[in-house]
DNA sequence: CAATACTATTCCAACCAATGAAAGTCGGCT
DNA sequence: AGCCGACTTTCATTGGTTGGAATAGTATTG
């Protein structure tokens, strides 16, 4: 044998190659492991997938299932806890402004019997905060706790066309993403859309793929007047034409803007008359 | 002058008094500081609250931030995230339940135009996953991704009586809580109630303190008949009488099982006869 | 307007919690 | 029995973490 003998101390312990990442990104890359496919991962997947060792893997969930962030099944499997869902119900743009509109989204589903969402911007992307579907009812669109692109949806048109100025441009400067389904505007057409739901209140669009359907959003204005939510309704292509659609769904999210201490005005571009 | 000038150098920096917990567990506890009365912190509010300095709290709350578990509001106070919201909103027994329950419960919600009810239980509490009221209805109950007691609430009673035996134990030996508004049980009733909830498939609570009401609950199984949730609905005191509402639950709560997996059997008290 | 009180942020040297290779354990499969 | 994979425990090393102190910013008060 070539192998040296040596001692009997312990070869080479705590040698860590390097690394450098803060303890609590990595556990919260341990949060971010599970998606909408991946929703119960076992400890090896975990790690795997959040990229470190599986002993570091282990520990870091241990914490996280010992606050109940993260549970454990029979199977050894771990899934998203309750406790993390019950600290996130606490989220002023999620459950916050879904608490508060809840109950006029009801109104409207019952009405009309159609998708009913509601979605918030994050990012460049919007998230959905809420959707109403009759179980026996039309097609699938996206899935609540899911994000939208913002260029290619009703609601994602209206948060856009909500936003700062600035973060307009950011987004309309980027080449559109080709969402299939959906005919993509030239920029200056998405200019013209975007002035348009401000002005109108509404936003509009038709997609041909999952189903053919056509999807009307209108904007949730919080007490500052800031664009918080859209609030959009789904039906299929060909069914309710749009136009009746609009004003239930307009004056469904002025509803839920009255409910959050928004006090709309006569309407945003009439007020520039008070100043003659 | 008494004071040693000694020399130019920093006196005691890096002197910690001492410590160790986790950084995980610090930084879990500074999400932990948020609740119904709390969803806007500052923080030295949040530092405070989670009892740990300034400057670490700072540091730990850096990092919630840039993934999103926190945002920072324009005023500087820190709410929980929407990002966690959507990691959250993967929890099986969260919104999972919730998102295959929720058709069920809008139909029940629809007939009845009452509260409706679905929870979990998580440890020795129910922790509320849905609540569907109308806006001008009744009174109000308990707050979606709050909690309430198992003995005293119908959807608590039901989800003790579908606990392993184990756990029921260990809860009847703990003093009753007296919750307000709700004629507390002794242990002997409790333990017939149990029972009868196994039997019958309802669990049924008069309380009178946020108002008088009576509350209907009924299990929820999964595929290996294990009870994973309760469905429940919650009307004025002396508005429809319960042994109407009763048959309405129990539907409504078997139609969400099945769509769990799970397939329910005759009655479970009777499958003893086929022993014979 | 200075003084006071508070919160937020930056700095940094000491140090302890975090680290991960290695070894041990468990269960399944051939 | 032997192999393989996933899971768990151990432990010497060390770099991320720590919090007092200093600084900057903000609101309140005399």
């Known amino acids: 044998m070539t192998v040296q003998p040596d001692t009997e101390t312990t070869p080479a312990r705590g040698k860590r190659p390097k690394q450098g990442e803060p303890v609590v990104d990595r556990a919260l890359s341990l949060l971010a492991v599970f998606s909408d496919r991946r929703r119960a991962l076992t400890l090896s997947e975990m790690a795997r997938y959040a990229g470190m060792p599986a002993p570091t893997a282990l520990r870091l969930i241990a914490r996280l299932v010992a606050w109940g962030a993260l549970e454990r099944l029979d199977d050894g499997r771990y899934v998203v806890g309750v406790r993390l869902w019950e600290v996130a119900s606490l ?42 579907s009759s179980k026996d009812a039309t097609e699938v669109a996206y ?41 993509d505007m030239p920029e200056g057409q998405v ?42 309704i789904v039906v299929p292509d060909g069914s309710t034409p749009p136009n009746v659609l609009a004003p239930a769904v307009r004056a469904t999210a002025r509803a839920v803007s009255r409910n959050l201490g928004h006090h709309a005005e006569v309407s945003p571009d009439v007020r520039t008359h008070s100043q003659g």
Chains 1, 2 share one sequence.
């Open 91 to 132: 989220s002023p743009r999620g459950h916050g402004v879904r608490e508060i509109a809840l109950p006029y989204l009801e109104d409207l589903f019952e009405v009309t019997r159609h998708h009913v969402l509601l979605a918030v911007r994050d990012n460049e992307e919007a998230v959905l905060i809420e959707r109403l």
């Open 143 to 183: 899935r609540v706790g899911g994000r939208a692109p913002l260029r290619s949806t009703a609601v994602g048109l209206v948060l856009l066309a909500g936003a700062d100025q600035q973060f307009q441009e950011a987004i309309l400067r980027k080449p559109p993403e080709n969402e299939p389904g959906v005919p």
């Open 191 to 232: 200019r013209r859309t975007l002035s348009d739901v401000r002005r109108t209140g509404i936003a509009m669009i038709r997609r041909s793929l999952p189903s053919r359907t056509v999807s009307v959003a209108s904007p949730v204005f919080d007490a500052q007047g800031s664009v918080v939510a859209a609030l959009s």
